[in-house]
């Protein structure tokens, strides 16, 4: 059975770094484009970054740009968000998610878990 695992939340102080990874199980990743996604207490779940299915791609939400990177090693079946500069803001449950097309995160087939994210000193 195919599966989207993340892992890497937990606590960290405001200023502090987390990478999150997500891995895939019986499939291979290599084809799609891959989309961070998070949903903070009583907000609506936002996109936070995208990359394409070759890495040569990237998108950020504005919140996060110039503190988040995303990036891939198709060879693990792995993609990963480095966080960085963290503010409780972050403070979200942290999803990937899978679009076959491979070339932008229009359409999300393959969900994870997710990965709970806590920024508080």
């Known amino acids: 059975q195919w599966q989207l695992v993340e892992s890497g939340g937990g606590l960290v102080q405001p200023g502090g770094s987390l990478r999150l990874s997500c891995v895939a199980s019986g499939f291979t990743l290599d084809k799609y484009a891959i989309g961070w996604f998070r949903q903070a207490p009583g907000k609506e779940r936002e996109e936070v970054s995208c990359?394409?299915?070759?890495?040569?791609?990237?998108s950020y939400a504005d919140s996060v740009k110039g503190r988040f990177t995303i990036s891939r090693d198709n060879s693990q079946n792995t993609v990963y968000l480095e966080m960085n500069s963290l503010k409780p803001e972050d403070t979200a449950v942290y999803y990937c998610?899978?679009?076959?097309?491979?070339?932008?995160?229009?359409?999300?087939?393959?969900w994870g878990k997710g990965s709970l994210v806590t920024v508080s000193s």
């Open positions: 998610a899978a679009d076959p097309v491979g070339t932008a995160c229009y359409r999300m087939d393959y």
């Open positions: 990359i394409s299915s070759s890495g040569r791609r990237t």
